[in-house]
């Protein structure tokens, strides 16, 4: 998680000092809070740094997708399994939905 409490600012400040702000994220690669009012409102940060974020972001869905598909191919190598039908009708009678034909 990152530690965003080291970057913190107001955002008059960044307005008024936007180019030496603007080196500071390009350098630290790091994120700084803008407050408004002494309230956190947004974060900015440099694009790359934003664009490893998002790769970090995609990596781990995909992650989270394979770890997926090896417990379902688990469950099918164990049986764990029931037909499509049998499923639906026991998830409608838990929510109390009428399933036709």
């Known amino acids: 998680m ?9 955002l008059t400040n960044f307005k008024r000092m936007t180019p030496g702000y603007l ?7 790091g994120p700084l809070v803008l407050t408004i009012n002494g ?3 947004v974060v900015v940060q440099d694009a790359a740094a934003y664009q490893r974020l998002q790769e970090l972001a995609e990596k781990a869905e995909r992650q989270e ?3 997926a598909i090896k417990e379902g191919l688990a469950d099918l190598e164990a049986v764990r399994t029931k037909p499509a ?7 409608a ?4 939905m009428k399933v036709e034909g």
Not at 2 to 10: A, F, H, Y
Not at 23 to 29: A, I, T
Not at 85 to 91: E, Q, S
């Open 65 to 67: 997708a394979i770890e």
């Open 23 to 29: 080196k500071q994220l390009h350098e630290s690669g």
């Open 2 to 10: 990152l530690d965003l409490s080291n970057g913190i600012d107001s």
């Open 39 to 41: 309230k956190d409102e």
């Open 93 to 96: 009678r838990k929510f109390g």
């Open 85 to 91: 039908r049998a499923a639906i009708l026991a998830l």
